[in-house]
C-alpha cells in the first residue's frame, strides 16, 4: 500500500490556512429548480448534481451538498458568484477545456472514466484522505504508477468526495483524446475557471490579470492566474469570510501533457506552494506515470506526501482485482475469477480488459462461450511486479485479443487492419463516417458498416462513445503497445507507415473537398459576425472529415521519416498549394468586383491583382 504518512503529519491544528471565501452556506441551499441560481452555458459541459431540492429540464433531481451543477451544458451557481465571476469566466472561456472536468461524465469520450469499485483501494483512500485533512501536510501530493494501475479511477473517486463535501476547487483529467485536455496552455487556466466559481474575492482578482498578454505564454500561468489573484484574494477577506479547510485541485494523467510539458508544470506548481506568498488554503493532488523528468522534479516534495502505486501490498492489490472482479464477473465460476485475479498480479487494467474482453456491446455471452474465450488468452504464468513484467503481461493479453481479431486474411482484414492503425495514429478521436472516409483506398467508396463491423473486432480495446459517436481507447496503454516497436515489432511498422497514409489522405480529401468560397460568403467585407448563417453553412459545408484533414495533415506529415514516402507527400503537398494559390487569385478578383463600383484599384489597398 501506498507510504502512510507519520503521525506528525496528522496532528490537527487550529492554525488553518486561509482559503477565500466558498461560500458554503449560500452552495448548500441553492435550488436546481432556478429558485436563486444562474444558468451559466458553457459548451459542452456536463455532470455534477444539484443542490438540496427541486428537479427539472437542466436542474436534475436535487440532493444534498452536491456542488455546482453541470448538466446539459449548463453550470448551476448562486446569483452572487455568477455576478462576480462573469467578466473573469468570459476572458478565460477560450482556454477553458470542459472534457477536462472530472464530472464531464457526459461529455464526449469521458464515458470510461469510473470510481473505485466498491471494498477497493480502501487502504490508499483512505491516506489521501487524511492528507486532505490535515491542516500541516504537504500542500502537494504525488501518485504515481505504471499504466493501468488505477490512477485515473482514484483520482475520480477523490473528486466524487472532495465535491460531495463542498471541498473540490477544480479538477483537471489531462488526455491524448482531447486537443484542449492534452495542452498545457489550458492546463491552469481551466483550473482558474473553476476556483473563480467558488470564490467572489477570486474571481475579482483574476480579472485584474492581462489576460490577451499571461495567456498565451503558459510558462506566466501560474504565477499570473493563480499566485497572484490567490494571493490577492486572501488578503481582501475578512477572517469571518475564511474558509476552514483547504480546497483540492486535482491534476490526472500529468504526463499526458503534449511535448513533455507537464513536468515543467509541476515544477513551477511545486515552487509556487513552496514560495513565501504560496497558494494558502489550496491543496494539489496530482497524478502520473513515473516519467524520469517528473520523477526528477517531484523529488523536492515531501517524501511523506509521495504515494507510488508499485509500493500498495501485493495481497491487498490482488484482493482488490479479486473485488472488482467479483462485481464485474459475477456469472462465472469462483475459481476462473480466481485465476484472472492471480495471473493479473494486481494491475487493475488487465482485469478490466478481460472484462472487455468478455463482454461485447451487441450481444451477451454464456458462461461457456465466456469459459472458451479465457481458454483462448495466453498465460503467461508468472506475476506483474517490474516495468518490464507489466509490459509483458498487457503485452500477452493484447497480443491474444488482436489473434483473435485477425482470423485470417482477406480484404475484411485488411480493412480491420487499416482501422486499427488509423485509430491508434489519428490526432483526434473520429466518428465512423469519418474512419471509414480514411480507410478507404483511392478506388474504394466508404463504408460505413465495414468499418462498424470491423471495430466489434476490438470491443476488448476500443469503444463507440454513445455522446459523439466517436472512437475510443479504453486504455492509452494500447496504443502505446501498438505503436512501440520493441513491444509489437511488425504492428509499429505497419502503424509508423501509417502516418504517411494519413497524410496522404487527408492530402488528398483537401484537393478534392477544398473550393474557392466554400461557404458561399456574399462579401468579403462583411464580418463573420454579422453574416448570421454563417455557421450553418460552415456546418454544411465543411464536413468533419475535411476538417480533420485541414486541421491535422502536418501533424502527420512531421511524423512520417521515410525518405521515399516524404518525396510522394512534397508532390501531393504541391497540389493542394496549387489549389490554395488559385484560391488568392478568385479572392483577389472578388475584391476588385467589390471595388470598382468605387473605383478604387486592388493595388491602392495594398493587395496584388489578379492574373490574367
Request: some cysteine; hydrophobic content about 40%; charged content about 20%.
Amino acid at each position: 500500500m501506498g507510504k502512510k504518512p507519520k503521525s506528525s503529519k496528522f496532528q490537527d491544528s487550529s492554525q488553518r490556512r486561509p482559503t477565500p471565501s466558498l461560500n458554503t452556506r449560500e452552495r448548500a441551499t441553492d435550488r436546481s429548480d432556478g429558485v436563486g441560481v444562474t444558468q451559466i452555458h458553457i459548451e459542452a459541459v456536463h455532470g455534477g448534481s444539484g443542490g438540496i431540492g427541486g428537479s427539472g429540464a437542466h436542474g436534475g433531481t436535487g440532493g444534498i451538498g452536491q456542488g455546482p451543477k453541470f448538466s446539459a451544458g449548463v453550470i448551476h451557481v448562486s446569483n452572487n458568484i455568477y455576478r462576480a465571476s462573469h467578466q473573469a469566466r468570459t476572458m478565460l472561456l477560450p482556454w477553458f477545456a470542459p472534457k477536462a472536468l472530472f464530472n464531464a461524465d457526459t461529455v464526449a469520450g469521458a464515458s470510461g472514466r469510473r470510481a473505485c469499485t466498491k471494498n477497493t483501494r480502501l487502504t490508499l483512500l483512505s491516506s489521501l484522505k487524511q492528507w486532505a485533512d490535515n491542516a500541516n501536510s504537504s500542500p502537494i501530493l504525488w501518485l504515481s504508477g505504471m499504466a493501468g494501475t488505477g490512477k485515473s479511477t482514484i483520482a475520480y473517486t477523490l473528486c466524487e468526495y472532495w465535491s460531495a463535501e463542498h471541498r473540490l476547487g477544480a479538477s483537471f483529467f489531462c488526455s491524448r483524446n482531447d486537443e484542449k485536455a492534452r495542452s498545457r496552455i489550458s492546463v491552469i487556466p481551466t483550473i482558474a475557471h473553476q476556483l473563480l466559481l467558488c470564490s467572489k474575492a477570486f474571481a475579482h482578482s483574476i480579472e485584474n490579470a492581462p489576460i490577451d498578454i499571461v495567456i498565451p505564454a503558459s510558462s506566466q500561468h501560474v504565477e499570473r492566474l493563480l499566485v497572484q489573484p490567490w494571493s490577492m484574494a486572501i488578503a481582501s477577506q475578512a477572517y469571518d469570510q475564511i474558509q476552514t479547510k483547504d480546497l483540492l485541485v486535482v491534476i490526472d494523467a500529468l504526463d499526458e501533457i503534449e511535448n513533455d510539458q507537464g513536468s515543467e508544470l509541476i515544477k513551477q506548481l511545486i515552487q509556487a506552494v513552496s514560495s513565501s506568498k504560496g497558494l494558502y488554503g489550496l491543496k494539489f493532488l496530482v497524478t502520473s506515470r513515473p516519467h524520469p523528468r517528473i520523477v526528477a522534479e517531484c523529488s523536492s516534495i515531501d517524501e511523506r506526501a509521495v504515494y507510488r502505486m508499485a509500493d500498495i501490498d501485493p495481497k491487498e492489490a490482488s484482493q482488490d482485482v479479486r473485488n472488482f472482479l467479483d462485481a464485474e464477473l459475477a456469472d462465472l465460476p469462483s475459481w476462473r475469477r480466481e485465476n484472472i485475479a492471480a495471473e493479473s498480479g494486481g494491475l487493475f487494467i488487465y482485469a478490466s480488459t478481460i472484462v472487455h474482453y468478455l463482454h461485447p456491446p451487441n450481444f451477451a455471452l454464456s458462461i461457456d462461450q465466456k469459459a472458451k474465450r479465457l481458454d483462448k488468452l495466453n498465460k503467461t504464468g508468472h506475476h506483474a511486479t517490474s516495468l518490464e513484467q507489466y509490459e509483458f503481461l498487457m503485452d500477452s493479453l493484447y497480443k491474444a485479443i488482436l489473434v483473435e481479431a485477425f482470423p485470417h486474411v482477406g480484404q475484411e482484414v485488411e480493412i480491420s487492419k487499416r482501422v486499427l492503425y488509423c485509430v491508434v495514429t489519428t490526432s483526434q478521436p473520429l466518428k465512423i463516417s469519418d474512419l471509414a472516409a480514411l480507410v478507404a483506398d483511392a478506388t474504394e467508396e466508404a463504408d460505413n458498416e465495414a468499418v462498424h463491423n470491423a471495430l466489434k473486432s476490438f470491443h476488448a480495446v476500443l469503444y463507440i462513445s454513445s455522446h459523439d459517436q466517436c472512437i475510443y481507447t479504453f486504455h492509452k496503454s494500447f496504443p502505446d503497445f501498438i505503436l512501440n516497436p520493441d513491444r509489437s515489432p511488425e504492428l509499429a511498422n505497419h502503424a509508423r507507415s501509417y502516418f504517411a497514409d494519413r497524410t496522404r489522405d487527408c492530402l488528398a480529401i483537401m484537393n478534392m473537398s477544398l473550393q474557392f468560397n466554400i461557404c458561399n460568403l456574399t462579401s468579403s467585407f462583411l464580418l463573420d459576425e454579422d453574416d448570421k448563417g454563417l455557421p450553418d453553412r460552415v456546418a454544411t459545408n465543411i464536413g468533419s472529415e475535411l476538417r480533420y484533414a485541414c486541421q491535422y495533415w502536418a501533424a502527420h506529415l512531421i511524423s512520417v521519416h521515410d525518405p521515399q514516402d516524404v518525396q510522394q507527400l512534397s508532390a501531393a503537398l504541391f497540389g493542394v498549394l496549387q489549389l490554395e494559390s488559385a484560391f488568392l487569385d478568385g479572392s483577389n478578383e472578388l475584391v476588385e468586383v467589390e471595388l470598382s463600383a468605387s473605383n478604387t484599384p486592388c493595388s491602392h489597398m495594398g493587395i496584388a491583382g489578379s492574373k490574367s
